[in-house]
């Protein structure tokens, strides 16, 4: 069954589109940030992290980007696929943070 | 390697009743992470273990507990069940539980009727 929240933002895009998903985080000390995919029925994946001494950085089809002015962070994905379905979660962290702090998450809807 | 292993993936309790969960972290990973995922609260961090020792804690009551052993292996305990207790509960592991990555299992998804 479904796992993670039932009221979620949600960003519906066309399969092939690019996705832009966005976070706000609260701690300006943060300085390590992470994006998560979480699949129905399934503990979150890795995806991409990103450390606050820059401002952007690639992998395979996806791109994080730290705005620390703003406290923003954002997940891009090239040719957005069905497979990409999933809930999204940024987290954050700092060298004196003790734990990650997860963001609430955005469902990502790819339409055929 | 193998991923993070949780068990039992299900579990059906009711009131005041315990539970134990096991995790697994993957090999080589000291720490020990485990987080409370609700679709009203989301993700929440319960607390970290490193080479047996509880690091870092949560806001929760005390009726949620865990343990790790020598084999980094965790369990976590949660006494009284109440109806709120309801989630999936998810296991993360990391080689020192610093400023890295997490990686988690598929959870125990508990419901308490």
């Known amino acids: 069954g479904e796992s993670v929240g039932l009221h979620l933002p949600t960003l519906s895009v066309q399969e092939g589109d690019n996705s832009i998903i966005n976070c706000a985080y609260s701690?300006?000390?943060?300085?390590?940030f992470i994006w998560y995919k979480q699949e129905s029925g399934k503990g979150p994946q890795f995806i991409i992290d990103?450390?606050?001494?820059?401002d952007k950085r690639q992998g395979q089809r996806v791109t994080v980007l730290l705005n620390k002015t703003v406290k923003h962070l954002s997940l891009q994905i090239a040719a957005t696929q069905p497979g990409d379905s999933a809930v999204y979660f940024c987290a954050e962290n700092s060298v004196r943070g003790q734990n990650f702090v997860f963001g609430p998450g955005t469902r990502l809807s790819v339409l055929p | 390697k193998a991923g993070v292993t949780q068990t039992p993936r299900y579990l059906i309790k009711t009131r005041g009743q315990q539970v134990t969960l096991s995790c697994s972290p993957i090999s080589g990973h000291r720490s020990v992470s485990w987080y409370q995922q609700t679709p009203g609260q989301g993700l929440q961090f319960l607390f970290e273990?490193?080479?047996?020792?509880?690091?870092n804690k949560g806001n929760f009551p005390g009726r949620f507990s865990g343990r790790q052993f020598s084999n980094s292996r965790s369990e976590m305990n949660v006494s009284t069940l109440e109806l709120g207790d309801s989630a999936l509960y998810l296991c993360?592991?990391?080689?020192?539980?610093?400023?890295?990555?997490?990686?988690f299992g598929s959870g125990t998804q508990l419901s308490v009727l």
């Open positions: 990103i450390r606050s001494n820059m």
């Open positions: 701690n300006s000390a943060s300085d390590y």
């Open positions: 273990y490193f080479s047996e020792t509880q690091r």
């Open positions: 993360a592991s990391s080689l020192e539980g610093r400023v890295e990555k997490l990686f």
